[in-house]
């Protein structure tokens, strides 16, 4: 309940600044040494934020039904704490306006969902995905951590806004920033080679986590790649290009894996890191065109690419949600038949 109306406040303000494009924002007195606590709603946060809200809400009740054959096994507790900071995660990873911010949400998103893919943590395959995943995501922290520095640096605060007013950086520095976030959000948004973890958290986590994680938590990578590009003034034709092989490439692995796997979940997940490919493909382009002044090209490939974030949000967490009504019957035909074959 909490989650679906948490969901639900949150999306008049998003609908309104992505209809009218003029952003919100607050701003609040916070600990001197990190800057003040500043979170806003633009038009980029707006058309994250969207799918975020809308299919959290629709996992939040999903998941009331599918977690309530566990009330026996387990407190069911701790696993809807963590699914609320999950989300409450997400949410500040695309409305903070500051680095620190930005990290401790990062953060926090991370964290929670490793408590939500340990959820059956007495299986030995679910620990090692949890295992997995937590070293992956703490491995592209790093290279957050050193991109953020780097323009903390440049612009003399830790602010968004005064890394959008430094000084045109030099064309190493900027590609070289460029370079650490595509490595530590690409770890987040599951392109090759960063991506295995994918493919053993989402079999292992509860099936309305599964669909959190890849139909909105891998677009947090995307969303940071594109908040960050926008701080490095013109792009170089290579990151376009860079962009759009790694799109590539994760695009062919992810559905040439897809092929040959026999778990359900395991197949989604492979579909993920290529659609992941697909829609940093068209990224890609559509930086290539803005570097080299064809901007019909980067119109067009940021809008294929920015549709498909919205495409296989729905998509994506319709099919696990269709997954997960498919194992919990199954679940039940098999406890309610071993129950009669013990009477009998």
Not at 30 to 47: K, M, N, Q, T, Y
Not at 52 to 76: C, F, I, N, P, W
Request: with cysteine; proline share 3%; hydrophobic share 55%.
């Amino acid at each position: 309940g909490g989650a679906v109306l948490g969901c639900l406040l949150g999306l008049a303000p998003t609908l309104r600044v992505l209809l009218s494009g003029t952003p919100e924002s607050l701003r609040l007195t916070w600990d001197a040494s990190h800057g003040a606590f500043c979170v806003e709603v633009d038009a980029l946060s707006a058309f994250f934020l969207l799918p975020v809200l809308g299919l959290s809400a629709l996992a939040a009740v999903y998941g009331s039904d599918y977690m309530y054959a566990y009330r026996h096994e387990k407190s069911l507790g701790g696993p809807w704490f963590f699914f609320n900071l999950f989300v409450a995660g997400m949410v500040l990873v695309v409305v903070a306006r500051t680095a620190f911010l930005f990290l401790v949400a990062w953060e926090v998103m991370s964290v929670a969902a490793y408590f939500l893919v340990t959820f059956e943590h007495e299986k030995a395959e679910v620990r090692k995905a949890g295992w997995v995943y937590l070293i992956a995501t703490h491995l592209g922290v790093a290279f957050l951590f050193l991109a953020f520095v780097l323009l903390g640096r440049n612009a003399g605060s830790l602010e968004f806004e005064a890394f959008r007013r430094m000084p045109a950086l030099a064309a190493g520095s900027s590609g070289l920033i460029f370079v650490l976030a595509l490595v530590g959000f690409g770890a987040k948004a599951g392109l090759v080679p960063f991506h295995v973890w994918l493919p053993e958290a989402h079999p292992a986590a509860p099936s309305h986590v599964s669909a959190l994680m890849s139909g909105v938590m891998i677009k947090m990578g995307l969303y940071g790649m594109l908040r960050v590009v926008t701080f490095l003034g013109p792009p170089a034709p290579w990151w376009g290009l860079t962009l759009a092989g790694f799109g590539l490439l994760t695009g062919l692995v992810g559905v040439a894996l897809a092929l040959y796997q026999r778990d359900v979940k395991r197949v989604l997940a492979y579909s993920s890191i290529e659609n992941m490919g697909l829609i940093s493909l068209a990224l890609g382009v559509g930086l290539w065109g803005w570097a080299s002044g064809l901007y019909v090209v980067a119109v067009l490939g940021t809008t294929a690419g920015l549709l498909h974030v919205w495409n296989h949000a729905l998509m994506k967490g319709l099919m696990f949600f269709a997954v997960g009504s498919v194992r919990h019957g199954r679940s039940e035909e098999r406890r309610v038949g071993k129950k009669c074959r013990s009477r009998w």
